[in-house]
């Protein structure tokens, strides 16, 4: 009996002397060589906001070190790593800049290409909502991506008719929280009833996504 326990013992450490040890390794961060971002309309509330760069890969935002553009008359060098995997900066005037930086010690850079505004929206009806008599609101966002608006039948769930314009296509509409519609391939154009809101009565986003490069704008309507 004692021989056989002392096998048994002597088998077990074996075992784990021998075992692979298992051991977690960081995946290599992924960086974008290349990046298109739209600016917001100069009269829109948004305009001076922060335009993201995602990188994935990074657990600790101290890693990505010496964040540098090559045009700051573009993109200034103000820029600052989240812990979310995101690279925040903000652009002056549409035209290119690369930004380069290094995550422990390796240097990495990805190419920014920032476009000027283009309205994607080439006409949208809402049921009760008109401006200055008309229905179709697509000149609205002419230089504003956030449109509030009024309805003449609050108690109407209302639908509403939109469609985009040559060069874009509708990717998907949805509302503060939750999606409403995604298309597996984008459309022209759709029509849908409006989901309520979350500060307002009703509220929805449409993201437009341009045919050739694939980025996308987003415009958001508000009706109380």
Known sequence: MKHMKKLIVAFLTLTVAFSPCVATVQAAPEVPKSKIFYLYPKGDPM????????????????????????????????MEMGSDGLLRFHAKKAGKATISFKIKGKAYRTKITLKKYVNPVKHISITGVKNKGKTNLANLSDKKIRIDLKTSKPKVVPTAKISAKKGWKIHSISKYLGLVKKYKKPVANSTFKVPRGFDYLWEFNVTFINVKNKESIVISYSIN
Request: proline residues 6%.
């Open 47 to 78: 305009n001076s906001s922060i335009f993201f760069l995602s990188i994935s890969g990074v657990l600790n935002s101290k890693d990505v070190k010496n964040i540098k553009s090559s045009n700051p008359k573009v993109i200034p060098n103000d």
